[in-house]
């Protein structure tokens, strides 16, 4: 998921946020140097891939941290710090799993591991194995830094405690999704829509907005009520944003997207728009083209036409749109405090436009 | 590292690391359910892959806490069953690394997840990939399990921090290690053997000896000298137990180490071993040898006897009591109680025997 759009505005703690990560990568380079230069190097390819992204878990946890009162700046910058390092093992993983080297345009972990190779003069595969390898490691390690940085909050124990279990949640439920989603691409028959919903849930919207959300709840102190609607929240605003993105994913721009909108074609990738066209009658005539690695431009329209057609472009729409007003609903719920709805409000708003 | 051998003893409080090891899983197991029944499945095999092992590190966490006046023994199992579960979480994306769908004769968690795919009639390729998959994932699980069950020690938040930085850096130096390993295997020249005594160091005798042995101790509430001495002890003890378990894949007894000793022969795996015999002028006649996929007994033999007239068997063995032995001279440090020492002298004289 890329959440780049939502985050044109400014929000309180962006600057504490990357002051931690820096501070965090720092310290985790400077104690890697006991282990050698090679290890070293290690640390700075996760540090690239932790970079220049967008911030989007921190900037959830500190909107809901800071609006329901937290003051302290350096402590949620900490918790918001984990969920990006969550997010930086996450997708450094979901890349050896889908056998990525290259995310946003970028060489990625596997890439910059494989290059290195390459150009040492080891031959592809061993070099694209030893790029694999690393990544495998680097995931290990981002995964024990969110665990890390929890702990650097200072928040008192039981706090701490609630933290970790959203945390040890939040990998549970990435992980289910994970699975599930490997399941469904080696699957004859499509999944249901409801299995592609519950899947994009695990996979993404737990830890990208309900933990992120809740966790800067409990760490600002805040009533049980107020975290558990923060949850609903979270989980249906997550969901929302999740289809969306898949609508985007064969009908955006890719100006606006940045990514290829021939990307999930070719790999044949259920969401809840394919998912939904399986179901009719039309799609007898893509198959063969669903999931053809050297899918042209002509056979996307072909499929796209059909994804149309059969009325999946406008249910899929329509879903994300039930999904975030049932967003709002919670959102509206006397246990958010209205500075609170006000800082999240626009991030609905949003999700409903990209629709559009 | 297979530890099997040295663990003939019973030691104090391993029904209770069983009991909770498995009380921990059976919770994984009902919280997975939330995820659906796939999702338990992963835990099933997580599990398999959990029992039946010999629990060394366990034993070190529970005879380091116990020997020095520990008696809270469920708090004891819970870290020990910490260290089980990162020991899980090691193999499990070690063998991702390495490619290895089988460990000890049995199915692992790649091997598991690709006999259940082929079963389903999904092509070799495809099936493989989804058993690596599967470990990524299943690897992220166990290694969130350890944080998890340091928690569950319910040891004050000081001594609680304490154990979990030994945990950070006990994953940490694994992930050096692991590192340093995949580098070594795709390097033209051999590494050098003190590169090995350190690779081995950080990707084993670290988790596997100096942090149980101290982390036991801190949850004892051992003084700070203690804990220093068990950090050193373990770090001589697990470099010599590496040396001599490299030297018995080559030269042991099938029927005793429990694994073919024709398979670090066929890997080119490098240890003190190998590295050793590459500097001499021998080794020249067998590197059309060493690593050759398909080396048989006759070729196995030519490079045995080449380690043995170079004079690497002999100088890994002394090498390895050399660790032992200041092993030694650390245990019988004053800062070791007498019931700790008595206690752990056997592993010493275990690792001196197996050289024999």
């Known amino acids: 998921m890329d959440q780049h759009e939502l985050i044109e505005v400014p929000w309180r703690g962006a600057e504490h946020v990357d002051a931690a990560l820096a501070r965090y990568l720092s310290l985790a380079h400077s104690q890697a140097g006991k282990h050698g ?56 993983h979901d890349d050896v799993i889908d056998r990525d080297f290259v995310r946003r345009g970028q060489a990625n972990v596997s890439g910059s591991y494989r290059d290195i190779a390459t150009t040492a003069g080891i031959p592809l595969p061993a070099a694209e194995h ?133 990307g999930d074609l070719r790999e044949g990738k259920w969401t809840v728009l394919t998912a939904q066209a399986a179901t009719s009658e039309q799609w007898g005539s893509v198959t063969e083209l669903f999931g053809k690695p050297d899918l042209d431009g002509a056979d996307a329209e072909r499929i796209r036409r059909v994804l149309v057609d059969s009325g999946a472009r406008t249910f899929a729409e329509r879903l994300a749109a039930d999904f975030a007003n049932r967003a709002w609903e919670h959102l509206a719920s006397d246990a958010i405090p209205a500075p609170l709805r006000d800082d999240l409000s626009p991030v609905v708003r949003k999700v409903l436009e990209r629709v559009r």
Do not use: C
């Open 37 to 92: 230069h090679r290890f070293e190097k290690l640390w700075d390819v996760i540090e690239r891939n932790t970079t220049g992204g967008k911030r989007f878990r921190p900037r959830m946890v500190m909107t809901s941290y800071t609006s329901l009162g937290g003051e302290d700046l350096e402590a949620g910058a900490q918790l918001a710090a984990a969920y990006e390092m969550l997010h930086t093992a996450l997708i450094v």
């Open 130 to 262: 030893r790029g694999m390898s690393a990544a495998v490691i680097a995931g290990d390690l981002a995964l024990s830094a969110a665990y890390r940085l929890v702990d650097r909050t200072g928040a008192a124990d039981h706090i701490r405690s609630r933290l970790r279990e959203l945390l040890d949640d939040a990998i549970t439920a990435s992980a289910a999704g994970e699975l599930a989603d490997v399941d469904f691409s080696l699957r004859d028959e499509s999944p249901s829509v409801d299995e592609i919903v519950e899947m994009e849930r695990e996979k993404t919207a737990v830890y990208s907005f309900e933990a992120p959300l809740q966790s800067g709840a409990v760490l600002a102190g805040a009533f049980d009520e107020t975290v558990d609607e923060l949850g609903e929240f979270g989980r249906n605003i997550g969901i929302a944003y999740q289809i969306v993105d898949d609508v985007l994913g064969v009908f955006g721009h890719e100006g606006t997207t940045g990514k290829s909108t021939l």
